[in-house]
Nanobody, 123 residues
Framework: QVQLVESGGGLVQSGGSLRVSCAAS????????MGWYRQAPGKERELVAT?????????ADSVKGRFTISRSRDGATNTVYLQMGSLQPEDTAVYSC???????????????WGPGTQVTVSS
């Protein structure tokens, strides 16, 4: 089994900063890419940022220059971070992480999702 668990969401004032984390663990053989998506009420889910195993990053235009994605590995746990700065009310959403990986338990290339963490930016 593979688990993705987000943490670090919360309430922040406009212009503030927040960091969310996502720890991936379990029956993981290799991770190729991790990323963050967000979904605001009444809106479609959108890609925020991704990072590859080679540390290549990609960002949505709306967050370029304000958000930074990074990753780390500690033993069997792979963690992806999203450092968010200059937050605005329009950044309010549920932020979910995703991992593209191969598993020791399941065949093929797989994508797993975390349950999400709420980020609320007050004006």
């Amino acid at each position: 089994q593979v688990q993705l668990v987000e943490s670090g969401g919360g309430l922040v004032q406009s212009g503030g900063s927040l960091r969310v984390s996502c720890a991936a663990s379990g029956a993981i053989f290799a991770i190729f890419k991790m990323g963050w998506y967000r979904q605001a009420p009444g809106k479609e889910r959108e890609l925020v940022a991704t990072i590859s195993s080679g540390d290549n990053t990609d960002y949505a235009d709306s967050v370029k220059g304000r958000f930074t994605i990074s990753r780390s590995r500690d033993g069997a746990t792979n963690t992806v971070y999203l450092q968010m700065g200059s937050l605005q009310p329009e950044d309010t959403a549920v932020y979910s992480c995703t991992a593209h990986l191969t598993s020791t338990d399941y065949p093929g290339f797989l994508e797993f999702w975390g349950p999400g963490t709420q980020v609320t930016v007050s004006s």
